[in-house]
């Protein structure tokens, strides 16, 4: 079954154009979202979760997902451990399969371990000296 993800946002182009080049994929089910609210990512996350070995999942761009580029990639592995294809039908190129094959699902996971790991520790904050004055010159900034 081939499903077509719809959704209107300021970095993708109009629901008209995305309906228009889904509608050359022959969708069997379309879901048309005004916004990627949270909602309707939790619905986006529940077609995820209903997909079958061999389904299509549709899109113009990735850019319709309307998340950060580590929250489309664990949005992608989703799609690949259920055994989908992505189709990205952009208007002025053919259509992009992405099926799940072990070199693309090496990257994916590895993208996605990268990113669920990479959290950085917080810069810590200049002090100011005890009393809210400046802080003492060192030895070395007196020498110079």
Do not use: N, W
Not at 75 to 90: D, H, M, N, S
């Amino acid at each position: 079954m081939r499903y077509g993800i719809i959704v209107e946002g300021p970095q993708s182009p109009s629901a008209e154009v995305q309906r228009l080049r889904l509608a050359q994929q022959a969708c069997d089910v379309v879901v048309e979202e005004p916004a990627m609210t949270p909602d309707a990512l939790r619905r986006l996350l529940r077609l995820i979760a209903r997909l079958k070995p061999r389904d299509e999942l549709a899109v113009h761009g990735l850019e319709v997902l309307g998340q950060t580029t580590g929250a489309v990639v664990h949005l992608l592995r989703e799609v690949f451990r259920k055994g989908a294809v992505i189709v990205v039908a952009r208007e002025a190129e053919e259509p992009m399969r992405f099926e799940p094959q072990p070199g693309l699902l090496a990257l994916v996971d590895a993208l996605a371990d990268h990113k669920a790991g990479r959290t950085l520790p917080p810069v810590p904050r200049r002090r100011r000296g005890e009393a809210g004055r400046r802080m003492q010159l060192t030895a070395h900034q007196i020498d110079y």
